[in-house]
């Protein structure tokens, strides 16, 4: 059983778009990390998120950390294609970090 | 961008062929992990380090070993690399374990 699980694995959208991608679990963890990683390169980090509950906005992206800390939500307002990659949610689990499989997201212009 | 370079960016060999990747920082981070990324398995940890002669085994360690000899310097080997090692190789650093890492760009690693 993957400990994070990532929906939906593909997203395909017309730029201008609204969307949400989710990273799930049925563990409490104390910290999240949402990771974006374009081609041939290595993951970014974009944010973490560290409060059940807490909202977080980067430009047009906006992370959730759900109030019992088991998910996490990222939501991308007027998808552009510069967003274009593959994004990625982590976490620590009793000293181990666990990555889930990531959310790949197409954005046509 | 955090100062990690990986060495090399590409490499193809031969299975039973040892294999050493490197990784330096210029950012004085006390972690250094080794990750491998394939497609349906995404991110996995390898092998971390915690200092300088420390290190510690993470997730899909197998066949592989590391070595810190330098705060700066992390090395991956495969002492006979086999094709189910085929894969990227992610090398990243942190201040401490769990943070936020930083991550390099990687080495397209191909056994034949």
């Known amino acids: 059983t993957q400990l994070l699980e990532q929906s939906p694995q593909f997203l395909s959208i017309q730029e201008g778009e609204n969307l949400t991608v989710y990273c799930n679990s049925s563990?409490?963890?104390?910290?999240l990390q949402w990771y974006r990683q374009e081609p041939g390169e290595g993951p970014v980090l974009l944010v973490t998120v560290v409060t059940g509950g807490e909202v977080k906005k980067l430009k047009r992206l906006t992370f959730q950390f759900g109030d019992a800390r088991k998910d996490s939500s990222l939501h991308i307002t007027a998808a552009q294609p510069g967003d274009t990659g593959l994004y990625l949610c982590a976490v620590l689990e009793d000293d181990k970090i666990i990555f889930g499989k990531g959310t790949r997201l197409h954005i046509l212009p | 961008d955090a100062g990690i370079t990986q060495s090399p960016r590409h490499k193809v060999t031969e299975t039973g062929t040892p294999v050493t990747l490197r990784c330096h920082q210029t950012e004085n981070h006390r972690y250094m992990y080794w990750y491998r990324q394939d497609p349906g398995h995404g991110l996995r940890l390898i092998h971390y380090s915690y200092g300088v002669k420390d290190t510690d085994k993470g997730e899909v360690s197998d066949g592989y070993s590391v070595s810190r000899s330098k705060t700066e310097d992390f090395l991956l080997t495969l002492e006979s690399a086999t094709s189910s090692q085929t894969s990227v190789y992610f090398c990243?650093?942190?201040?401490?374990?769990?943070?936020?890492?930083?991550f390099g760009d990687g080495t397209r690693l191909s056994i034949l």
């Open positions: 563990s409490v963890f104390s910290s």
């Open positions: 990243a650093i942190s201040g401490w374990f769990g943070q936020p890492q930083h």
